[in-house]
């Protein structure tokens, strides 16, 4: 098996509203091969089809046509070989509200089928690796954010699976959790093999975890590849930092050409450009015809982020 995930030609379109008549078509032909092993990411501004996309691979919902196959079986006509080698697991986590901890982690490695000893061992470790224990009794429906989402990456993990899909994993946690979560699923990639499709809306954690990152917009997977890559295919070359006195026009900077985007705060600016070479002396001219004293400069990467603003255009 040379790859994990690979779904093609896949679309789904949901009915909803009165008599079902609203239309959203989520996914528009879904073209993906996540090769096994790999720890990819699939960014995306808000409705792109994120959600959906891991449904459908998770057999929650159905594809209106297209196919879709997960460890090498097909999911629609294979899917109880594969459900015990995969989880999904979701920041915006909904358990049995009324079980605690511990018997939600009971309950889930009882429909995965684990014997009663394995079972024990295997919720006791897992809530040892997210700090669970001392909420073993505690109602779900009682937990912090935090917790529940420890709980879901728990229960995603009572199988050992394979492939793991995780659907904004730290949504809503303060960074310490964020960053315990995010050390957590790095070390079952790199120690376990397993291989992650995740979805985030935070750059800085897809860039540090994401081998490759796949942009989906308005239900169409609009690139792929590695962060550099993608920064070099979409020819956004360096960010320009300057620390200024004055006062910036913002709009007037944005419409310099080369320039793609400008983020600002009181006193410095990040102007995002395709070549930082041949562009730096026109910046200069018009800061300097604005009256803006300019302090220091310094020439940085594009980040993650920079790459989405410009997929998200
Ligand atoms: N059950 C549903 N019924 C009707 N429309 C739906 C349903 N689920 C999703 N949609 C629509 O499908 C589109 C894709 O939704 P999806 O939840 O997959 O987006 P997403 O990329 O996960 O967004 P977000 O970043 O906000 O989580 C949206 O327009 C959404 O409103
Ligand atoms: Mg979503």
New binding site residues.
Partial sequence: MDHAIEMEGVRKQ???GLFRKRR?L?LRGIDIQVPAGAFWGLL??????????L?ILSNLILPDSGTVRVLGRDVLSQGPEVYPRMNLSSGHANFLWSMNVRENLSYYAMLYGLSRPRRRERIDSLMDLFDLTPYARVKFDELSTGTKQKLALAKALINEPELLLL??PTVGLDPDVSNRIREAIRRLHRDRGVTVLM?T?NMKEAQALCEQVAF?RE?TIRAHGRPEDLKRSLGLGDAIEIVFRGILDREGLSRQPGVYSVRHGDASCRILVDDHHSRLPRIFDFLSSGRIEIQTVDIKEADLEEVFFAMAK
């Fill in positions: 949901f009915s909803s959203t989520a995306g501004p808000n409705g792109a089809g994120k959600t959906t996309l449904s659907d904004e979805t809306h989906i239900g």
